[in-house]
């Protein structure tokens, strides 16, 4: 893996050069006081992974990735001692956000999950060019597309699938100043919490500033149902239902937590089961 970091302050440039040592197959292209450096850093280097600082004199972390655009673009770790620039570094696809100061084991957990990341970027690129190689190959040798028709003509070729729909797979969330992800897949259920919902993950409730309709929206309606007006539920969670008073109905989850099912959204969840 083929690192630059890209700091200010000399200290938390030798501490991560410190940490990035630690690490098995890991080369420090090198080290940026800034923006403008950085740009030219990854240009030069081409490197796998940067770990970036935000506010940096000449050219900040954001104006730096501006600047080399999409096609040049690493895979990213931010790091800052300022947690307000969280959401703008996720909305450029930065993979993590370090908040300073953060200790060894944030550090590796970062690292694992941006070198995880090259890794599947790799592959995708391989991928692509062996697909290439081989739509290449059956025109060479001018190989059917599909099975001849009766007739010897050959069919028309299929259409290309439709796009999957892109669902939320991560939640970032914040706890005792740091700034973290949960998966998806590991959220029991989601209620409304004012001008935030409340995601509980096990024993655990973490508060995230978005609106229910925002997060029902970003969530696989295959694996989430809203069932009340301020409650969304992970279907594999269910265990049972119960009739209730008025005709509303309980949902219990594995863990025995009870949640109320509303008759307008009764049907759309019984569907869904």
């Not at 030069?44 to 655009?69: H, K, N, T, Y």
């Not at 690129?125 to 050959?154: F, I």
Request: charged share 30%; hydrophobic share 45%; with cysteine.
């Amino acid at each position: 893996m083929r690192v630059l970091i890209v700091d200010d302050e000399p200290l938390a440039r030798d501490r991560l050069a410190r940490l990035l040592g630690e690490e098995p197959g890991v080369e420090v292209v090198g080290e940026c006081a800034n923006g403008r450096e950085a740009v030219e850093a990854v240009r030069a280097e081409s490197p796998d992974i940067v770990f970036l600082d935000v506010q940096m004199p000449e050219l900040d972390g954001f104006g730096a990735l501006a600047e080399l655009g999409a096609a040049r673009m690493p895979t990213v770790v931010f790091v800052s001692a300022y947690d307000q620039y969280a959401i703008r570094a996720f909305e450029v696809h930065a993979l993590d956000y370090l908040l300073k100061p953060f200790d060894p084991d944030r550090f590796r957990e970062a690292f694992r999950r941006a070198r995880e990341q090259v890794v599947l970027r790799s592959a995708v690129r391989e991928s692509g060019r062996l697909a290439s190689l081989l739509a290449q190959l059956a025109e060479d040798h001018r190989l059917p597309a599909s099975v001849g028709t009766a007739g010897g003509a050959s069919a028309a070729p299929a259409a290309p699938p439709a796009p999957r729909a892109r669902y939320l797979e991560r939640m970032m969330v914040k706890s005792d100043g740091r700034i973290y992800f949960v998966k998806v897949a590991e959220v029991d259920w989601i209620e409304a919490a004012g001008n935030y919902v409340r995601v509980h993950v096990g024993r655990v409730a973490h508060l995230v500033r978005e609106t229910m309709s925002a997060v029902e929206s970003s969530l696989d309606p295959s694996l989430f149902a809203r069932i009340h007006r301020g409650t969304i539920v992970n279907l594999d969670r269910i265990k049972e239902m119960q009739p209730w008073f008025g005709g509303d109905q309980i949902v219990i989850l594995k863990d025995g937590q009870k949640l109320k099912l509303s008759r307008s959204y009764r049907g759309r969840l019984e569907s869904r089961l």
